[in-house]
Every structure is written in structure tokens, then in C-alpha cells.
């Protein structure tokens, strides 16, 4: 698989660490220093439990020291589960004859987006599965994008549509970047080749490179922002993690700025496939946390996505840990929000979910957490991607930018979504943070919640 080498990333996996190298290597992340491959491997290879408590204390503090106490809220939007390929972990796999197959009209897009405007949602990812014509597939997205954007109800609209979509090239990315997208994404799935071949049995996705490709056609395309990850379950997840890494030292030689997220999906059970029922390589809750918290002292500056595929429990514990975007109350059924309680949502959903709580409960157990909930979307729309955000993000000029948007957009979530109790919770918290404040920021935002008091929204600096 280009740009992964897999010899070397194997002889990384059975190194001697000392305790001291470990402590060492946790100075350094105090530093917000971004770590070496080597570096990363010895943090993986750690089972010492006093050793991994130390390896969660550093995650919590370059956590807190880059992204403080925001948590950046999403929604997934499923399109079509139509699909051309079979990838034998997922429900929407062409060969999966049980699945319903349903494309959603422009008007249902703009229907599902409404019920989730109504629901105070502001980030959108839109997913779909990869048709055969790559024409049909760019053309289809480009007007879902566009239906998303133009969707308003009562004043308010999507702020941000990140896409996880199939590889295109730089040309239909360019299509892509001039609908407005903000980050595209997609997935290696497994970035070990053998088993990468043995899992994808039909279809353009049969080929990995296609999919490494995608990230640098997205590039050459301008599309700054781009998300990437593993498929977690399909191969020994300490070398997925590494080359993963490799991934990205790449992509910061070649791009000069690296991925703008990063995901850790877990492979969940999904409709028709006995794969995804009992994936090969399953990762116990230890190795996940402790590859969250390894993966956010590698990449400080890199967000970490956590789907609802997780448990209320480990989200609640991974926000803490390194975690900085997680989605709430999604559907992987094109047409889920419509009517939810349809019963054959089971054979149209791509895999199971494990967090099934609304906007308004997540929202709650933030902020009962002392988190900050954001809708923010002020970066993209300000130009604020790319080398550009990373510059500013490392000299730490972009934190007192996001709390006080971060803020602003809670106070308008209370106002317009939540329910007394969680409204009470808020403004608590939002107390709590202004009196943190400098002087000057604290003047910006009251400026702004003035506003908001005066039925002025979607401010941001
Ligand atoms: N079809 C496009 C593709 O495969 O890149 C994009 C959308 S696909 C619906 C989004 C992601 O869902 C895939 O990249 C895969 O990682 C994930 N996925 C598929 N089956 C899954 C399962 N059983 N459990 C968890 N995630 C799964
Ligand atoms: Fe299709 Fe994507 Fe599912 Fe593979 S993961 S079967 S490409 S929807």
C-alpha cells in the first residue's frame, strides 16, 4: 500500500520500553510537542496500569491546554445506501441482497435536513454509499450539498457540511469544494494490505491505493481540510494506529499540513453481515481508551472524532481524554429522521449504534460534565482551514477565538433548542467560563449575547 511501510511499522511493535523512556516521552507532550512514530509505538506498547494512568493525566492536559472545554457537536446526514461495492463488514455491501436500497429526492434531503435544523443542529456530515458511475456520484452530491445549505427553517441554517463520501478525482473534488464542503472524509478502513484485499471483494473499493489517492486528490483540489482513520476491528489496531501515522507524516512532507481530523470507528454489528458480527481483531475498552489518549499526544493539533457507534459510558470517559467532536442522536438510515420508529429500519441502516440519546440529553451530560457543547462552524467560514488553522491553533492564537464562538453558539442553542432544566445547566456553565475570561474577550461576548437577546444569531469572530 503506498506511502505505508509495513516492515517497519511490524519492527515497531515489539520494542523494549523502559519506565523512564515512557516518562521521557511524557515530558515531551507537556511541551504540546508532536511525537515520532517511534515515540507513539512506545506509548502503544505500554500495559502497566500505573504507567497508562500516566499516559491518560497527559492526554487530559493537552487536551485541555489546546481545545480547553469545548466538545464540537455533529449530526450525520445518510443520503443513498446505494452501493456498488462490498466491503463484507458493511450492511449497505452490494451483495447484501436483504438490504432496502433508497437514494433520498432532493426534496427529502432538504425534509431530513429541516427535522434536523428543528432539532438545533448547525454541523452536517453527509454520507452516502459509492454508485457505480463516478459521474452519477459527483453530480448527486454536489446537489445534496447544495439542498443542505439552502434548507432553512425559522432563521436558521446549516453552518458547516463535511462529507464522507467515495474517492473522486481532483476535478470532481474541485466540484466538491466549490459546493461549499467543509471537511471531506474518508476512511483507509485497514491500512494492512493483505486484509485489506480480503475484505473488499467487489467494486472500485477493491483497491486500497483508490482510497489513499482520494486524501491526495482532495489536496491537489484545495480541500484543506480532510478526515481520515481507520476501520477499528479489521486488523491488529497498535499497527493500524501507526500507519495511520505514517499516513500522516506523509501527508505533512507532501501538503506541508496534515489531516484536520481524525476518526476511531469501532466496527459495530451490521444487517447481513456475519463478518461485522465478530470482527477479527476486537479491541477491549483499555486499548481503546488507550489509543484515544495515544493518538491525541501524537497529533495534538489533529481533532478526534467519536461517532455514536460508542457507548454513552466511553464517550462520556473519551471527551475527556482527547475526544473533540462527537455526533448526537444519528441515523445510518437515509430517510432515519423522517420517521424513526419505521420497522424496517433494520434493513436499511448501515450498522448498530450504541449512543441513542437525543441533542438535549448529550447536551446535558456535557455540560453536567463541566464541558462546552459548540455549534461552531466560524474556522471554515472565515477561511480558517488548513496550514492556516494549524498555524494559528499552535501558537495558541485560535483559543480564546473558539471559546468565546463556542460560547456564543451554546447560549443560542439554549434559547432556541433546550429545555428548561438544560438551559438552567448552561447558563451556569456559561457564568462559570466568562468570569475566565480576559477583559476584552469578556466585552466581545457580551456584545454578542446582547444581540442574541435581541434575536440577532449566527455571529461569530
Ligand atoms: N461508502 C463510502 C465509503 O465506504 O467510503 C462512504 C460512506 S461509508 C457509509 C462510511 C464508513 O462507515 C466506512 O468508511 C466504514 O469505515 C464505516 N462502516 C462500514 N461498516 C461499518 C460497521 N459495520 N461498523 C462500523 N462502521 C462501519
Ligand atoms: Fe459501500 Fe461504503 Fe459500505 Fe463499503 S463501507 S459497502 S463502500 S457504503
Do not use: W
Not at 469545548?70 to 445506501?81: A, K
Not at 482520494?214 to 484543506?224: L, P, S, Y
Not at 484515544?292 to 455514536?308: D, E, F, K
Not at 456535557?366 to 472565515?382: E, V
Amino acid at each position: 500500500m503506498k506511502h505505508i511501510d509495513e516492515s517497519k511499522i511490524n519492527s515497531l511493535l515489539n520494542l523494549n520500553v523502559s519506565r523512564q523512556e515512557i516518562d521521557d516521552i511524557l515530558k515531551k507532550t507537556k511541551l504540546l510537542k508532536r511525537l515520532t512514530l517511534e515515540e507513539s509505538a512506545k506509548l502503544l506498547s505500554v500495559k502497566d496500569a500505573s504507567l497508562l494512568e500516566k499516559i491518560y493525566d497527559a492526554a487530559k492536559h493537552v487536551k485541555n491546554a489546546i481545545y480547553g472545554k469545548r466538545v464540537v457537536m455533529f449530526v450525520p446526514l445518510y443520503i443513498s445506501n446505494l452501493c456498488a461495492n462490498s466491503c463484507v463488514y458493511c450492511g449497505f455491501a452490494s451483495n447484501n441482497k436483504h438490504t432496502v436500497r433508497k437514494k433520498l429526492s432532493i426534496q427529502e434531503i432538504k425534509q431530513e435536513t429541516q427535522i434536523l435544523l428543528k432539532r438545533g443542529h448547525k454541523r452536517i456530515l453527509m454520507v452516502a454509499g459509492e454508485m457505480a458511475s463516478s459521474k452519477e456520484n459527483i453530480n448527486y452530491y454536489v446537489d445534496a450539498v447544495k439542498a443542505i445549505y439552502d434548507t432553512e427553517y425559522k432563521g436558521n441554517k446549516i453552518k458547516r457540511v463535511n462529507v464522507n463520501v467515495a474517492p473522486l478525482s481532483a476535478q470532481q473534488f474541485k466540484m466538491l469544494k466549490q459546493s461549499g464542503i467543509g471537511t471531506y472524509q474518508i476512511f483507509q478502513e485497514t491500512y494492512h494490505d493483505a486484509t485489506y484485499r480480503k475484505l473488499h471483494i467487489a467494486g472500485a473499493k477493491t483497491d486500497p491505493d483508490s482510497r489513499l489517492n482520494a486524501v491526495d486528490n482532495a489536496f491537489k483540489a484545495g480541500i484543506d481540510d480532510v478526515g481520515i482513520g481507520p476501520l477499528l476491528g479489521l486488523y491488529d489496531y497498535r499497527f493500524e494506529i501507526l500507519a495511520m501515522l505514517m499516513h500522516i507524516e506523509y501527508l505533512e512532507k507532501t501538503y506541508s499540513v496534515g489531516p484536520h481530523t481524525i476518526s476511531v470507528p469501532r466496527v459495530e454489528p451490521a444487517p447481513g453481515s456475519v463478518y461485522a458480527e465478530n470482527p477479527q481483531y476486537p479491541i477491549c475498552e483499555e486499548d481503546f481508551k488507550k489509543l484515544v489518549a495515544v493518538l491525541r499526544l501524537s497529533v495534538p493539533y489533529t481533532g478526534i472524532i467519536m461517532s455514536t457507534r460508542e457507548t454513552v459510558q466511553i464517550r462520556d470517559t473519551l471527551v475527556n481524554l482527547g475526544v473533540s467532536q462527537i455526533s448526537a442522536e444519528s441515523k445510518v438510515t437515509p430517510g432515519g429522521y423522517e420517521d424513526s420508529s419505521r420497522h424496517n429500519d433494520k434493513l436499511e441502516r448501515q450498522f448498530s449504534l450504541n449512543d441513542q440519546r437525543t441533542l438535549n440529553q448529550i447536551v446535558q451530560s456535557l455540560l453536567s460534565q463541566g464541558l462546552i457543547p459548540s455549534f461552531c462552524a466560524a474556522c471554515y467560514r472565515k477561511n480558517r482551514t488548513g496550514e492556516h488553522f494549524m498555524g494559528l491553533a499552535k501558537h495558541g492564537a485560535i483559543k480564546h477565538i473558539c471559546d468565546i464562538n463556542a460560547l456564543v453558539t451554546l447560549k443560542e442553542y439554549l434559547e432556541d433548542f433546550a429545555t428548561p432544566e438544560v438551559k438552567t445547566l448552561g447558563y451556569k456553565l456559561i457564568d462559570e467560563h466568562k468570569a475566565k475570561l480576559d477583559n476584552t474577550s469578556i466585552k466581545v461576548l457580551e456584545k454578542f449575547f446582547t444581540n442574541i437577546d435581541n434575536d440577532i444569531r449566527d455571529e461569530y469572530i
